[in-house]
């Protein structure tokens, strides 16, 4: 089952995950140690994640290690850049009014 990217980033067990093998890969026993759950719950995470193409799975020996797939994040960012966009119009008009106030 092909998963929303946007469905797995809106758990913050998720985010959290996100953030810690975004500086380097881990495996699903070090990344359980960071959390209260279980290490099924992390694998359910980990599931959904890699089912959303948020995470790649790298084997080596008898380990696996997730990292972050760069490329779909960017996704996520194309996705808000139209949001930063509107958001930058905004304070620019703020800024505007502003300065047409204190010049007054």
């Known amino acids: 089952m ?3 990217i946007f ?3 809106a758990d913050p067990t ?4 996100i953030a810690l ?3 380097q890969a881990m495996t699903p026993n ?8 279980t290490r099924q719950a992390i694998s359910k995470h980990l599931r959904i994640l890699n089912e959303c193409e948020l995470v790649k799975q790298e084997q ?8 972050l797939e760069i490329n779909k994040m960017k ?3 194309k996705w808000l850049e139209q949001f930063k966009k ?6 620019d008009e703020l800024d505007q009014i502003l300065k047409t106030l204190k010049n007054k």
């Open 2 to 4: 092909r998963r929303d």
């Open 7 to 9: 469905q797995a980033i």
């Open 14 to 17: 998720r985010r959290a995950i």
């Open 21 to 23: 093998i975004a500086m």
């Open 30 to 37: 070090a990344i359980a140690e960071h959390f209260d759950s």
């Open 60 to 67: 080596q020996g008898r380990e696996i290690y997730y990292s």
């Open 75 to 77: 996704e996520i960012e």
């Open 86 to 91: 509107i958001w930058e119009n905004k304070f």
